[in-house]
């Protein structure tokens, strides 16, 4: 019997067959590798976010006052009420007092070689029958001006800037052990942003080698 060895063309369903099993789809590839694209360019902006974060804490809580020499406190109480609410936290700086003027809001000490503090705002001026300056001064929510005047050797500083809530981060930390809590933070939040930029150095690295090896 004769055998036909004629050549023949491959019919539709034999052109149309499926891919072997485990073949990826290019477009398939193509979105998957775009998806972790997006997926890394996300994780490297939130991390630059918190990096940005960490160090702009630093700079207003930490650095900004230990380089001027300012003094930090908290708001205790509600006498500074609404502008500088409980847990503001105040950066006081040291002022000549013959500079300070109406409207200032300074602290300044109550009783001589004792902790205790106020800050209020200047509403006045005076002066002790000697003829040394005072101020006369009153917290923006009590109804009448303090009951003594301030003398210069009783100011901290003037009012630098304020950062709301922070203060009470402040007191849960300890005002005895402040500058120990300070250094720490400031090596901890230096650290923290080193090993974010690493990071995100690195995986900002990782792709461009990847295209270079395709």
Known sequence: MAVDLTERPLTHAAAAAPDAPGAASPSYSKKGSAGA????????AASMAAMLTALFAALVLIVVPVATGSHTYTVLTNSMAPKFPPGTFLVMKPAPFGELKYGDVITFQLYSERPDVETHRIVG?????????????????NGAT???????????GKLFYA??????????????????WTTLAALGLIGYGTILVFKSVRGARKPAAVTEAG
């Open 146 to 156: 303090d009951a003594e005047p301030v003398r210069e050797i009783q100011v901290k």
């Open 37 to 44: 694209q997006a997926l890394a360019f996300v994780g490297r």
């Open 163 to 180: 950062v709301p809530q922070a203060g009470f981060v402040a007191n849960a930390l300890g005002n005895a052990d402040r500058g120990l």
């Open 125 to 141: 001026f005076g002066a002790t029958q000697t003829g040394e300056k005072t101020l006369i001064t009153k917290g923006d929510n």
